[in-house]
C-alpha cells in the first residue's frame, strides 16, 4: 500500500467516527393526535413478558400481555397483546431505540395501533406512559415515556424538536385523551396509515 492510499483509508476512517451515529427518527406526535390515531387506549397493568424469534428467524420480538384495568377507547377486552421489536433471547439481545420498555407489573396508559392479531404501540414510546403512584395510593402521575435516543421531528417543518410531554396526574392524562377525543380528529391523524 502507497503512502497515499495509506493516508486516504486512515482520513476515510477518522471522517466515519466523526460522523453521528445514526438514531431512529421519528415525527413529534400530541396527545391529541395519539389520541386519535390509536385503536385502542387502555389504562393497565404489565402482566406477562417474552421474547422470540420472529417468524422468519431474523428479528427478536417481545410479546407484553397487559391486563386492562379500563379502556380509554376502543374494545380492549381483558387483555391486550403489545408485540413490538427488540428484546432477549439466550444470549442474544435485540434493541430498537425509540422504542417503548415494559417491565412486569408496571402500571401504565397505552395508546395502541392493532396489526393483525396483536397491537403496537402508536407513536413508539410517545404512545406510553407509566403511573406513579403515592405511598399512601391517593395521588397517581402519568409519566411519559422517554424517547431515549431517538431524534423527534415536527411534523410539519421536519427540523429536530425536544417532546413537550410532561408528567401529570394520571385523572388529568384520562380527562385529556376523552376531553381530545370529543373533538375532530387533526388532519395528519385522519391520513391513511400504511
Request: hydrophobic share 40%; with cysteine; charged share 25%.
Amino acid at each position: 500500500m502507497t503512502r497515499s492510499s495509506a493516508l486516504r483509508v486512515l482520513l476515510s476512517a477518522v471522517v466515519l467516527l466523526c460522523l453521528p451515529a445514526s438514531a431512529t427518527t421519528m415525527l413529534r406526535v400530541d396527545l391529541p393526535e395519539l389520541s386519535h390515531s390509536a385503536d385502542v387506549i387502555v389504562h393497565g397493568t404489565v402482566r406477562r413478558m417474552e421474547s422470540r424469534w420472529s417468524g422468519d428467524r431474523r428479528l427478536i420480538v417481545t410479546d407484553v400481555e397487559i391486563q386492562v384495568t379500563e379502556a380509554l377507547k376502543g374494545q380492549a377486552g381483558g387483555t391486550v397483546l403489545v408485540t413490538q421489536r427488540g428484546g432477549r433471547v439466550g444470549d442474544i439481545g435485540q434493541k430498537v431505540s425509540g422504542l417503548a420498555s415494559f417491565s412486569p407489573n408496571e402500571e401504565v396508559v397505552v395508546f395502541l395501533e392493532r396489526r393483525g392479531s396483536a397491537f403496537h404501540v402508536s407513536g413508539m414510546a410517545q404512545g406510553k406512559y407509566k403511573v406513579l403512584r403515592a405511598e399512601d395510593d391517593t395521588r397517581a402521575m402519568a409519566v411519559p415515556e422517554s424517547t431515549g435516543e431517538a431524534l423527534l421531528l415536527d411534523a410539519t417543518t421536519h427540523q429536530p424538536v425536544t417532546s413537550s410531554r410532561q408528567a401529570l396526574p394520571l385523572s388529568e392524562l384520562k380527562a385529556s385523551i376523552r376531553a381530545a377525543l370529543q373533538q375532530p380528529a387533526p388532519v395528519r391523524s385522519q391520513e391513511k396509515r400504511p
